[in-house]
């Protein structure tokens, strides 16, 4: 068994420019930690996702906190910023996506049994409020990460990053 190095590294960052992306945008809403935005893009990279919508006051690139977690995803990952949340998700679901609120709510369903079968907005509130009042009636569904300790939810980035990659997985397979 050996490591990949650097240099097999950066060969294979060249063949995957041309893979598809999953049809995948994430709305991060109101996030207030810059290094979780970083987080959030290095995870939107690695899992593929078309499209990062930054909104609200979600601090934006270019910011030295943002490309200290993010590793340069940020420039490689496509992303927008809109100040007004509703009007974009309002846009996204007319184009077809399923509004999906990473949020715990009575009708939220666990992550795992959420069987996406074609695009996807997911959407991130907050790190202490979570998503927005205002929000809840543009969701078509929303889904959580049961928790069995006595937090009762992870940081929004860790939780993006289980949701990402199960949805990557769920659309893979359609």
């Known amino acids: 068994m050996r490591k990949i190095t650097h240099q097999e590294n950066v ?9 598809p992306r999953i049809p995948l945008t994430v709305v991060i809403h109101n996030v207030r930690s810059l290094y979780n935005v970083g987080s959030i893009f290095r995870t ?20 030295n906190q943002i490309s200290k977690t993010a590793l340069g995803a940020e420039e490689s990952v496509p992303w927008g910023y809109r100040e007004d949340v509703i009007s974009l ?17 009575k009708e939220s369903v ?45 940081n929004v980035a860790v939780a993006f990053g289980i949701v990402a990659y199960h949805i990557k997985g769920e659309l893979k397979k359609n």
């Open 11 to 19: 060969l294979r960052q060249e063949e995957k420019s041309n893979i």
């Open 110 to 154: 666990l992550y795992q049994d959420f069987k996406p079968q074609s695009k996807v907005c997911l959407v991130l509130g907050n790190e202490i409020e979570g998503i927005s009042e205002d929000l809840l009636s543009l969701c078509d569904i929303p889904i959580e990460i049961e928790m069995a300790g006595l937090k009762n939810s992870l």
């Open 44 to 63: 939107a990279d690695g899992a593929g996702v078309e499209k990062v919508w930054i909104c609200g006051y979600t601090g934006k690139p270019p910011n």
């Open 89 to 105: 998700i309002k846009e996204l679901k007319e184009a077809g996506y399923k509004i999906v609120l990473l949020e715990q709510m």
